[in-house]
């Protein structure tokens, strides 16, 4: 594989990884506005935003293609 193929794929998966952390950001902040979470949810929601993120984070060093 070409350095050019291997960036254009690499900015491909790290766009997903974004956008599926800002999907899990805004659908989190869509339910909160729409009614009031329990604790339990809350925390759900917070585990699911942190965790996508923690994806991206790691993906980031490892490929060094941060957008």
């Given at each position: ?16 990884l974004e ?24 925390a ?15 993906y ?8």
């Amino acid at each position: 594989m070409t350095d050019l193929q291997n960036a254009v794929l690499c900015c491909i998966e790290r766009e997903r990884l974004e956008f599926e952390w800002l999907e899990v950001r805004t659908r989190g902040q869509y339910v909160r506005r729409l009614r009031r979470l329990s604790r339990a949810e809350q925390a759900e929601w917070d585990r699911r935003e942190q965790e996508a993120l923690r994806r991206l984070a790691d993906y980031d060093p490892e490929h060094r293609c941060n957008g």
